[in-house]
């Protein structure tokens, strides 16, 4: 149990193109879903969480306007790049709280993001 | 949030228990320790958390000190599968936030 997904796993995409990437939680329900950026060699670094059916809470420092996150259902939630330059290039892996008291997250297997 | 401090990195042999130290002397009560490690580009899996009791499961043991100030997280029979970067996290109640410190990168050697 407690299964999430990412798609794509991977994507490249030239500069100033939009690139959405998708976070499911598989056999649960996620009312709060997270974000994360890890560079190379680095840790993950929190991006915004993402309340079902409210507006994102950005961290200091990120651009809301440039990652647009929607989470529109207890089982989605997507994280659009928007005109995407090479330094967005990264690897993004989103969470999913359990459900049923269990407070613990549940990580995706990431995607990596090539910006050319 | 408190900060973790834990060791870079950490050698241990195939078959030994693996002892992995998280500092963290700035918690408050209420505060859970939450153990995550991530093998070369994947997403992190979650291995274990605790409050105040030491708990095991069938990946690891938790062991906190009394006073909370510090944590082992322990792999009795490494194997060359475990070897990846260990993150010791404390979460505060109230928020479900994690934040991420350097972790330590264990290295299972055969």
């Known amino acids: 149990g407690a299964v999430v997904s990412q798609h794509p796993s991977w994507v490249i995409c030239k500069s100033g193109t939009s690139v959405k990437i998708e976070c499911r939680s598989l056999?649960?329900?996620?009312?709060?879903m997270f974000w994360y950026r890890q560079f190379p060699k680095q840790s993950l670094m929190l991006m915004a969480t993402s309340n079902e059916g409210s507006k994102a809470t950005y961290e200091q420092g990120v651009e809301k306007d440039k990652f647009l996150i929607n989470h529109a259902s207890l089982t989605l939630s997507t994280l659009t790049v928007t005109s995407a330059h090479p330094e967005d290039s990264s690897f993004y892996i989103c969470?999913?709280?359990?459900?049923?008291?269990?407070?613990?997250?549940?990580f995706g297997p990431g995607t990596r993001l090539t910006v050319t | 949030d408190a900060k973790t401090t834990q060791p870079t990195s950490m050698d241990c042999a195939e078959g030994r228990a693996a002892n992995l130290p998280c500092n963290h002397s700035t918690i408050s009560g209420n505060e859970y320790v939450y153990w995550y490690r991530q093998i070369h580009s994947q997403g992190p899996q979650y291995i274990i958390h605790?409050?105040?009791n030491n708990e095991t499961n069938e990946m690891a043991s938790l062991i906190i000190t009394e006073d909370r100030k510090s944590s082992t997280l322990i792999l009795p029979h490494a194997t060359l599968r475990d070897t990846a970067v260990y993150y010791c996290i404390v979460r505060a109640s109230g928020t479900y936030k994690y934040i991420f410190g350097t972790g330590t990168r264990l290295k299972v050697l055969a």
């Open positions: 605790g409050l105040k």
């Open positions: 056999d649960f329900q996620a009312t709060t």
């Open positions: 969470s999913a709280r359990g459900d049923r008291g269990r407070n613990e997250q549940y």
